[in-house]
């Protein structure tokens, strides 16, 4: 039987075939690499992101417990006042702040040695500013839980001051206390607006009566009404004939005020515009304290008329041109904590009820 013989394409050259032959098993054997170094680098990325997604996060092992730990060694500047602050042994609190450190990556606490106080470093200081907040969020949490158990029963806890305390708060806890009767209802007066607003980011009030503007913080509010700020000078006094006054009319008279609240400072800063450097001979939180200086004519007040107990003949309220600023009330919550029932009713009627009292306000 005859050899088989190979079939020459005549249009081409036997070297021109090899070429061809060999630069295809060159091109092939070229792009089989480059698959492998494409597979590999994708195996690469792919072990790399399973060693980001499986490495543990350092910082989530930090615990309250390290950030009431950093707290007290800032408050007391030394780990054993600390620790009786905590009622742990001085040890736990250096091991604690130890953790802690090694957690951040950062030294958090100098510590001198000898008698010397201890200090937070900038790092320390840093991160105790969130530890404050994280601290206030989880007292708020509790606050919310013990709230939802309650349901229509257990305590709403309210912040106040003088004169809603005076002329708002008692028709409000009248229809409240009347619809809500299984509510308890809790009380307090803190002495300065930044008190106030730490017992609402901590849980420790549910609403308040406040002052607008609201600073920095998680904090939202409803509007209830407005007052003028008046003059209130003495019955004797020369301007006590007049329905007016300007800063201008009070010449050398001593200035008696309150103690500084969000609104007073929109009006002094108001006046400081109009170029009045405002300057109190006397202050006081104490409303009636202040009607009762300037009735002794000691000076005469700038002050909400919200603040002024009525029918006081010892007094002459004046209204105060140009007019500066109202002063605004409103009632003040955690943005981000579960309002009860009873809350959002408390709120409600707060509303209706100075609604009716800034109609019945008549401004001199």
């Known amino acids: 039987m005859p050899a088989p013989v190979d079939v020459v394409d005549p249009r081409v050259a036997p070297g021109e075939e090899r070429q061809r032959t060999d630069k295809k098993h060159e091109d092939d054997e070229r792009d089989f690499h480059g698959r492998i170094m494409a597979a590999q680098v994708l195996l690469g990325q792919v072990e790399v992101f399973m060693q980001t997604i499986t490495k543990p996060d350092q910082w989530l092992g930090v615990e309250v417990r390290h950030f009431a730990a950093l707290d007290a060694v800032a408050r007391e500047g030394s780990f054993g ?13 250096s091991q604690q702040i130890a953790t802690l450190e090694k957690i951040v990556g950062e030294t958090l606490v100098e510590r001198p040695g000898g008698p010397r106080a201890v200090s937070l470093t900038d790092a320390g200081e840093v991160l105790l500013r969130h530890a404050e907040a994280i601290v206030a969020r989880l007292d708020a949490a ?12 257990g305590a709403l806890r309210v912040g106040t001051y003088q004169s ?28 300065t607006d930044p008190e ?12 308040a009566f406040c002052s607008p503007p609201l600073p920095d913080g998680p904090f939202d509010m409803l509007e209830l009404m407005s007052d003028p700020y008046v003059l209130l000078v003495p019955a004797e006094n020369p301007l006590a004939s007049r329905a007016s006054a300007s800063m201008d009319d009070l010449g050398d008279q001593p200035l008696i005020g309150s103690n500084t609240c969000a609104s007073g400072v929109v ?23 202040v009607q009762g200086l300037v009735a002794s004519g000691f000076g005469v007040a700038l002050t909400p008329l919200l603040a002024i107990a009525p029918g006081d003949d010892r007094v002459k309220i004046l209204r105060l041109v140009p007019k500066v600023p109202r002063r605004q009330v409103a009632v ?22 100075s609604a009716d009292i800034e109609r019945a306000l008549v401004e001199p």
Request: charged share 35%; glycine share 10%.
């Open 142 to 153: 509790r606050a919310d839980i013990a709230a939802l158990r309650a349901g229509e029963t």
């Open 164 to 191: 809603i305390g005076a002329r708002v708060l008692p028709e409000v806890m009248r229809r409240f206390m009347r619809d809500w009767p299984g509510i308890e209802l809790g009380l307090s007066e803190p002495a």
């Open 267 to 289: 009006v002094e800063r108001e006046l400081g515009d109009r170029g009045y450097d405002i300057r109190y001979a006397f202050r006081s939180d104490d409303n009636g304290t």
């Open 81 to 93: 006042r600390a620790a009786d602050r905590l009622g742990y042994t001085q040890s736990a609190v």
């Open 332 to 353: 003040v919550w955690h943005r981000d904590r579960h309002r009860s029932p009873a809350a959002r009713a408390f709120i409600e009627i707060a509303r209706d009820v």
């Open 196 to 207: 106030l607003y730490g017992l609402i980011e901590s849980g420790e009030l549910d609403l």
